[in-house]
């Protein structure tokens, strides 16, 4: 049975975007949590030069398509579509974010979870660069497969790890989204002057694809304060703090 997540982009108030990170980690993962049958995979703060801004991401882990549903049934079964048991949680968000883009994510086999990074102790990663490779229908298994497989080796000369890859949910089949951790910045920096400077001949993955990807989007992230990819646990109610202090 494949996880699959909730991939969030959110649109903040950039002067409140860290108590917006703190109330969708501390404030709501430890009631939240085990009431949807959820986990926090990650919550980033998006580098606004690569991309659009103020943006929070946040991805949310769910075992199966069951879990789903029953995060589906405990949100929408309140008034007003709102799980009342969080209804003060809805209330002070409102105050943080103005709109946002969600998509149900289907993990790749070899795709870590939340568990394999918490095991770890996070992913130890200065940012990530998050990619959302669009390609004809039909055909997103296989490129998923492909940057998996042959995307992984080639990422890893740069020392960069696969922290997550995934395939778009209700749509045609055509559509994948990958996370990769970067070590250092000086890493990124010689991954894009490769890719940016006659070095692509050396990178398997998109000699393979280049027939398949339509397009091809990066932006970069970087790890919110309670994120669980740089904790290396999940939010836990002790982490909570008033809000406006860091």
Known sequence: ????????????????RSDYQHHVTANWVPEAGPLRRQKCFGVFSLV?????????????????WDDLA??????????????????QWWEAAAEFRTGGLDRILVAHDDSPGVDDWEARGG???????????????GEAREVCDLVVRDGAA???RFGMTLAGAWRTAMRADDEVVVLWALPDWASWARFQEAADGGGLEFFRLWERI??????REQVLLVDAELSPLRTGRQPVEADRRPMGTD
């Open 1 to 16: 049975m494949a996880r699959v997540y909730i991939h969030e982009l959110v649109d903040v108030d950039g002067t409140k």
């Open 70 to 87: 029953h995060n589906f049934e405990t949100e929408l079964s309140g008034p007003g579509h709102r799980d009342p048991v969080l209804a």
């Open 48 to 64: 606004g030069s690569t991309g659009r801004w103020p943006r929070v991401v946040n991805i949310w882990e769910y075992e199966g």
């Open 123 to 137: 992913t130890g990663a200065v940012a990530y660069v998050h990619e959302v490779l669009r390609c004809p229908p």
């Open 154 to 156: 080639d990422h890893e």
């Open 210 to 215: 280049s027939g398949q990807v339509a397009s």
